[in-house]
């Protein structure tokens, strides 16, 4: 079983930054992809990174590309969510959740990829 536990979330002013953190609760941790996916008010679920167990390999959605960075420490069983230049549009509750499968981006993108999820941190960006 895996655990997650998101932290980091809070009310930024846009062009602000923060840092989303992800505890994982599990074994081996570098054994799984760990992605984050955040959701809007009224709108679906919708990928927005992840980094394979290694570390070697990382895909960003276009839509926060160049903004967004994700990286993890597999000694502290955490994976992290660098959020830059943020925007009004970018506030929404972030997840993370985890997969022991590798993949493709079109597999590692994908929410039914994922069978494990944490509770999720608000992040919130005024204009």
């Known amino acids: 079983q895996v655990q997650l536990a998101e932290s980091g979330g809070g009310l930024v002013q846009a062009g602000g930054s923060l840092r989303l953190s992800c505890a994982a609760s599990v074994h081996t941790f570098s054994d799984y992809a760990m992605g984050w996916f955040r959701q809007a008010p009224g709108k679906e679920r919708e990928f927005a990174a992840v980094?394979?167990?290694?570390?070697?390999?990382?895909y960003v959605a276009d839509v926060v590309k160049g903004r967004f960075t994700i990286s993890r420490d597999n000694a502290k069983n955490t994976v992290f969510l660098q959020m830059t230049s943020l925007l009004p549009e970018d506030t929404a509750l972030y997840y993370c959740a985890a997969t022991h499968y590798g993949g493709t981006y079109d597999y590692l993108s994908r929410r039914d990829s994922y069978p494990y999820w944490g509770q999720g941190t608000q992040v919130t960006v005024s204009s």
């Open positions: 980094i394979i167990g290694s570390g070697a390999l990382r």
